[in-house]
Structure formats: structure tokens, C-alpha cells
């Protein structure tokens, strides 16, 4: 990296540190349009990290997330903690598929200091887009954000990744849905420490109701949070003050008996296990198209003279005896 | 292996070999309930894959891919093609999450000898899920089955794998639904070459038609296949003759100029990438989990006294220290 580089990485680090909006603006493009320089500050900022608590808001497009998180910001703000967003879903009217109503009701935040929102564009690749929202609560963490919520649809290989670095899962789900359910019972989609059902005037409120708490009751593995089911209203505000006491129990639950220290260990071995798993593949794969008939046998297995398990086979005897290790 | 599981295996083959139901349902339980048992029947049946069209029908929940699928199995039956079917979405009723009417309309093809129907049970695991899928595709395809539809959400980890293994993406809408289109922009759903918006009495038609129409204009990667948009109505069947009507061309259309040949060539090429990848992936986890103190490291990363990369940077000189390679 040239000096020059370090120096501007250096000065936004120190910025951020204080709670500058610009900084964070400026380190989060930088992870989304040069991640390998951005490597350098996330390695810097990565000490200062780890005291915001973490939440995830997710569910199907729709639901109503982003009026939940507008609710969420002025709860929090008026118990004068400082609150991050990141968008993820795609959705989103925070990443810019929004009505004209959502976008005025958030307007309302963007002049608070100590609010900040940032939405993360998928440029094409989802890995990169998880690996970037990570990376990105990492700034406002740093930034002394006391709260995170991070908005995303919940399912998918993005939200896979964010689960593993948020504290506190909340699921939004309406009346109108059983799918996702369907999805939890399918054991696509993990259980989440908070059950949402906004849009509770809408009919269908108790069978949906009814179906959660029936599944929580088959979940026989040891839990000592018992996930709630909270009802509320986006329009009335019904049910928002539940949700954000619930949320505050979630987060007063981790931190006794060193809940968040051994979810927090557990994450850390995860980042770390599948950082260097990407590093594996990546030059594993270099190594395997560079032998010399690679491209031979991907013909077999495509002809389906060879299977792709004795491809597998020959590729792997090839690149050891290559690097003889 | 026990001789006795390789002659168990060899008949079953033999009478998959000759298109029989009982061999097909035995295999795919034996892929979902011993993995490493149905390895050995993969390999042998690789040879005999590669024949079918493989489609796929993805799409949110509900949009009513089942009714579609439902009537293409009674299209292609009538011109004496042989149907099978796979579905991976949990809430699709030929997995268990259907209404009566859904399931009565199933039935119709069930004593069909030419049809062949079934349902991937995720089992907690998501990547298992797409392996399975992707092994009992080529179940149905080396028992002879013309023609085999594939049935999933459509986002999410499951499917990017699917994806790699079907020939054709048609993608189902409904008018109520912009949200998938958003998805398709944000670039988290690849681009089908099949739009179906179902439900096209539903108020909305003509938004998300223009919408998608619009969006393909934008599209200037080099295609010579254009995605048709085309609008079905699963109660009085409109449109579902225009739309197998479509698919054929599609198949045609890949079997022109090498072009079916040159994608199986790169699916083939990711699947023994991704097959190595993982191989590679549990050796290395396993290798790291042996090093004496990798516990501690984790907990110096989770304490923040040391960085996810700093970790993975001591973790491979450990590793290449203690299998010098």
C-alpha cells in the first residue's frame, strides 16, 4: 500500500473514532469499491469494535421493516443512545426501492448526529455483499454506536453470513404469511430470538400467532430464552414499546452469565475458519487451472466419460504432486 | 463398503436403469439418509445422465408454481413425454405445505407410471440441501425422464446451486410482486430466460410487465436468446400453452450451435471446483482444529486483542508448518 494511502486510512480512522459521519461514509465505500484497501482499516478499526448491540430486523419484502426500524430509532433516541442502520434487502425504501411516504418518515433522521444510515448496494456478488454488511457494522461500531439494526430479507446466502454477527435476531412476519413459517419449520430459516407480527389488524392475526407458538413448543433443544411473539402496528404504533423492551431483555439476557462472550467466541471462529477457507479456495483454485489439462478433464466429466468425483480424484493427486506438499 | 450395500446398490441402479419408481424413491431417500453410501451409486449413474431438460420453476411462495407445474406435467404427458419432479421450496404443496385443492390437483399424476414426483426434506442443512437436489435430478435422468422440473424459491443458498444444474431459469411473478423484480436488479436473482407472471387477471398486469420489459432493454450483455414475458392464469389455464410452448424453444434454442454443450461444460467445471473446494474446506477445518492452541487464538480474536486476519495469517504458518507442505 502506498504511504499516501496509509496516511488518508489513518486520518478517517481517527475521524471515525470520534463519531464522524463523513469518515464512516467515506470507510464504507471504501469496502465496497476497494475492499483490499480497506483491509488495512478494518484490521486498525477491528480493536475498537464489539460494544454496540447488534440487531438484526429481518423478514420477506413488504412486512414493514423499515417503518419498524423508523419506530426503533426514535425509541432509542429518546433513551438518548446513538443508532447505525445498514440495509441490506434490496427492498428496501432505505436502499432505494421505496414509496414516497417511507422515504419522508425517514428524512426525519437524517439530520440527528447521532443517527446514521447506510444502505448496502449488492454490486452482483452476494458473498461480497456479506462480507461487506460485516464489515460495515464493524465502522459504526467503532463509530460508538450504542445500537445496530441491520435490515435484510432474512433467507438467502447474504443473511446466512449476518447472522453470525448480530446479537439479537428479530423476525417480522404479518398475518398475511405463513410461508415464513413454513420456512422456519423447513429449517431454512433459523429461529429468531424475537418473533415480530407487524400489520396485527390485519385477519389472520391468531392463526399465525397460534402456528408460532405451537412450533416454539416443539423446539425441545435447551433454550433458556424463551423467543416472544410481539403484535404491532405500524400506523398506530401499537406494540412498538413491547418490542423495544423485548429487545432491550434480549440484550440484558446475553450479557448475564457471558451469554455474549461465548456467542461472540463462537463468531469469531467462524469468521476466522471461513476467512481462511476463502483463501484456501481462492488459491486452490488458481492452482487447478493452471494444470496443464485441466480443461481436458472438465471435458470428460462434462462427456460424462469420467464422474465428478474421480475428477475430484485426479485433480487433487495432480495439484500435490505440483506442490509437493 | 460391504459387498452386501454394493450388490444392494447395483440392483437398485439396474432397475433405475429401466425407469422404476420404487429404484428412483429407494436412491433418493438413500442420498438424504446416508450420503456417504449414495457416493458410490452417484459415480455409476453419472454415465447414464446428461439426456434430460432440466427446468426450473423458481419463485417466492405462493405465486402458484405448483398449479403451473401441475399443468406443464399434463402438456408434456400429452405429447408422450416423461415428466419428473423435484421440489425444494417447503412450502410448496408437493413438500407438504399445500391446501386440499392443491393436493387433489396432485394426484392426477401419481398413478401415472410416466411421472415421477418428488420432495427434498431439508434437514436443518442448507448446503446438503442443494447437493441432494442436484444427485436426485440425476436420479431422474438417468431413470429416462424427458423432462425434469425443478421447483424452488428462487433466492437463497439452495438455489444459486440449483441453478448450475437446470438448463432452463423461468422465473414466476405475480402482479402483486414487484419485489422480485427488485431483487433482479439488485442483482441478488439471476436473470431467468423465462418471466411468468401468473395471476394475470390480478390488477398490476401491465406495471410488472412493462417493469420487466424495461429492465431487459437495460440488459446489454451480449445474449442471442431474448427472456419472453408470459402471462398465465392458473384457473382457466390461459397462457400455459404459449408458455411450454416457450420452454421447447428454449431447449431448442440451447441445442443450436454447441450452446447446451459449452453449459454443461461450465456446470461441470463449477461442480468439481465446488466439490474440491469442499473437500479441501473440511480437511483444512479439521487440520486447524488440531493445533494446540487455536482455542486461544480465537478467544484472543473475540476479545479483540488480535484481528480475524492477523488469526488466519498465524493459523496458515501453523498449518504449513505442521504438514510442511
Redesign the interface.
Known sequence: MEIEDRDKIDILIKKLLTGDKLAAAKLISMIEDEPEKA?KA??II?????KAHIIGVTG???VGKSSLINYLIKKFRAENLSVGVIAVD??SPF?G?AVLGDRIRMQEHSTDPEVFIRSM??????GGLALSTQKSIRVLDAMGKDIILVES?G????D?AISNVVDTVSLVLTPLMG?AI??I????MEIPDIYVINKSDLPGINIIENEIKSMLKLNTSEKDWEPPVVKTQSLTGEGFNTLSNKIKEHWKFLNKNNRL?SK??K???I???E???E???SK??KE?KEIKDFKE???K??E??I??????YI??KKINKK???
Open positions: 483491509l478494518m484490521q477491528y480493536q475498537y469494535t464489539g420477506a419484502p413488504g434490496a427492498t436502499t426501492g448496494g449488492s454490486r452482483g456478488h452476494l430479507l433467507v438467502g446466502q447474504v446466512i410461508d413454513q420456512t419449520k423447513a429449517g431454512i462472550k461472540r467466541l463468531q469469531a471462529e469468521e476466522v475458519l476467512t481462511l477457507s483463501q484456501i479456495k486452490t483454485w487447478i478433464i472438465i471435458k466429466v462434462s460424462r466419460k464422474d465428478p468425483q474421480q475428477a475430484v485433480l487433487t506442490f509437493s506438499r
